[in-house]
């Protein structure tokens, strides 16, 4: 254990003090999301005089989580929904009037903004499934008026329908009886068959943006070789020209220029992050940032209309994500403001980029982090161990700034993530090796992970545990009955028992990407698919747990259903296996709130010491304002120095 001051949870998990700048389209003002009396909102300052920021809103509630300026710089736009839904609502608010305006005020809808531009200022598309929840129409939305007008009646059941710079819609996307992806052009509302996307390309192939002009298509495509390339599209004659490709990964973003839209860089991530110049253009404001923030991840998040100012988000494993103000007239970078500040005073961890290979020979690209006082990527004696499962399982981790490795790197664990097969970016063959290979295959890598860790060192064979959310909880939970002798507990986090009731429970606007899914899973329509789903999922082996386990879930989940997670844990109480099981009536998908989020980790950390025997932080106020329910193992609280609370609830039962 840790002889200096361990790094409070609070300042790892609490709300940032600043995240998300956005430019005014004039490049004169500077919004961003920061607390007010404990929830994030919308605040604004002169892009030169941060200091003098202010709250433009005041919600209460679940926080905001994503702003940016309407077109014509009128009005900051935001979503927010009530419960952890995923209902999104779309507001405005005038920045320099506090009222918000909620633009699609309907119940039990999904509003997505999907098209906004310089090109028609005062105007929108937005997506809408108040028709039928499968399915989203397209609508203009007059920001100024509210009024709404259909572009697209999505009645072909496609999953998407984009749009170009002048609002018209130009392409769709749906299903494939195959489990790819059928495209179509739109053009003056005649649909075209345009392209097939077989299943292995269906997710590395995707449209980007039209160039101003809207002649012009972007977008990435695996079609014809492994690793996605970034091509441009004569929308008149169909010819294709590659931009950039790497044989080494997928091409996964891309400076586009802020007034035509043309990309002048793309990026690539095989292992760190890597920018290339496609021209001329942005070459030296590479370099400048390259040379001012070297071994930094980051991407441009917002333009000025003119294309003249950036902001540039940069972050390193040390780093919180940092906020720049790039002057490409003046050739500067100036740091606005970074996410955690608070964090400074206190050592944070480097993580390494390491690699390992599959039993079957795939590489496999990991992210390991070990205590801050250790020096270099291997601890002078094997540590406890945490191994951090990303969710999706189409995602991927990243070499940067992680509160989870942190915090557990911290309280004394080596934590590792690994890219296990169906992780994105690495090429469509190394996601096509995932295909019916959950609780299998994509485990496997896990586990070869797991062993190579503990060959170079780093872990001990009897002290790693699992945790993960979403795939990631699917995967502690296969963790836990699949390979129970591999870890001494596990920590699923809205995770998945069973992958028939996912397949059968998916939120209906999902239709349209669910053959994909089928083929992924396995096809809860069929025998054959039926048999496979029971022989992969979890719930069916529970009487294999050997270990303890910790699962978290928001009541209010509409991905993986609450159900998940109510089921396995009956099940266990039933045989007589602890079980420790916490609820948040008012969250969905994962925690947002931070009085929720801050109690979730404080349970997580009691647990991790109870059975890996690290440092853990004495509760203080961490539970204050939580709406956390303990309905199984409430004697971890007794860990935190906590009492059972009669709020919460056990088996069904207060205590």
Not at 427 to 436: D, L, M, P, R
Not at 524 to 548: F, H, W, Y
């Amino acid at each position: 254990m840790s002889a200096r001051p361990l790094i409070p949870r609070r300042k790892l998990f609490d709300n940032p003090t600043f995240f998300g700048a956005k430019l005014s389209p004039d490049g004169q003002l500077l919004s961003w999301l920061a607390p007010v009396d404990g929830v994030l909102n919308i605040w604004l300052a002169p892009v030169d005089d941060v200091a003098a920021g202010h709250p433009v809103t005041r919600t209460r509630g679940r926080p905001i989580t994503w702003q940016d300026w309407s077109p014509d710089g009128r009005s900051i736009m935001f979503l927010n929904d009530e419960n952890g839904d995923e209902n999104l609502h779309f507001f405005v608010v005038d920045p320099h009037n506090p009222e918000i305006r909620d633009l699609t005020p309907y119940d039990n809808v999904r509003a997505v903004p999907i098209c906004w531009s310089h090109v028609v200022p005062d105007k929108i598309a937005i997506n809408l499934n108040d028709r039928d929840p499968r399915w989203h129409d397209v609508y203009q939305l007059d920001l100024a008026t509210g009024e709404r007008t259909l572009l697209w009646e999505n009645r072909q059941e496609f999953e998407f329908v984009g749009v170009d710079w002048q609002l018209r819609p130009r392409h769709a996307r749906g299903n494939a009886a195959d489990g790819g992806a059928r495209m179509w052009r739109l053009d003056d509302g005649k649909t075209t068959h345009w392209r097939d996307v077989p299943y292995e390309a269906y997710i590395s192939t995707r449209v980007w943006m039209f160039d101003d002009a809207c002649k012009s298509l972007h977008m990435t495509t695996s079609m014809s070789q492994d690793k996605a390339a970034l091509v441009r599209i004569d929308w008149s004659t169909g010819e294709e020209t590659v931009l950039f490709e790497s044989e080494r990964a997928d091409v996964i973003g891309a400076i586009f220029n802020g007034r035509t839209f043309a990309p002048e860089a793309a990026c690539v991530d095989p292992g760190r992050q890597e920018w290339t110049a496609l021209g001329p253009a942005v070459a030296t404001e590479l370099e400048l940032i390259k040379a001012r923030l070297p071994g930094q991840t980051f991407h441009v998040e917002s333009q000025s209309d003119d294309a003249r100012r950036w902001i540039v988000a940069s972050f390193a494993a040390e780093q919180p994500v940092t906020y720049h103000l790039l002057d490409r007239d003046n050739q500067t970078l100036t740091e606005l403001f970074t996410a955690r500040p608070e964090l400074k005073p206190y050592r944070l961890a480097p993580m390494h980029t390491v690699q390992g290979k599959s039993r079957d020979g795939l590489t496999l690209v990991s992210y390991l982090t070990l205590p801050a006082d250790i020096d270099g990527d291997r601890p002078p004696r094997p540590l406890p161990m945490v191994l951090v499962v990303h969710g999706g399982p189409w995602f991927r981790d990243i070499y940067g700034y992680s509160s989870y490795h942190q915090l557990l790197a911290d309280r004394g664990y080596a934590v590792l993530s690994v890219n296990y097969r169906g992780s994105t970016g690495f090429g469509k063959a190394f996601v096509a090796a995932s295909e019916k290979e959950h609780a299998r295959k994509m485990h496997d890598d896990l586990i070869d992970m797991v062993e190579w860790a503990i060959a170079e060192k780093i872990a001990q064979s009897d002290k790693v545990a699992i945790f993960g959310q979403s795939y990631g909880g699917l995967a502690s939970f296969v963790g836990a009955t699949f390979t129970p002798d591999t870890f001494c507990c596990s920590v699923p986090v809205v995770g998945i028992s069973n992958l028939q009731t996912l397949l059968e429970s998916m939120p209906p606007y999902w239709a349209g990407f669910a053959e994909f899914m089928y083929r992924s899973y396995g096809d809860p329509r069929t025998e054959e698919g039926r048999k496979l789903l029971a022989e992969r999922s979890p719930i069916n082996k529970v009487d294999n747990i050997k270990k303890p386990m910790l699962i978290f879930h928001g009541f209010n989940d509409v991905r993986c259903k609450v159900a998940e997670s109510d089921t396995i844990a009956a099940a266990m109480q039933s045989r007589g296996i602890p079980v420790t099981y916490v609820v948040y009536p008012d969250e969905g998908h994962g925690f947002q709130k931070p009085a929720n989020r801050l109690s979730y980790i404080a349970i997580a950390e009691a647990f991790f010491a109870r059975h890996l025997g690290g440092a853990c932080e004495p509760i203080g106020t961490d539970f204050d304002g939580s709406s956390h329910e303990v309905r199984a193992g409430a004697d971890i609280l007794a860990d935190l120095g906590v009492a059972r609370e009669t709020s919460q609830k056990e088996n069904g039962r207060a205590t």
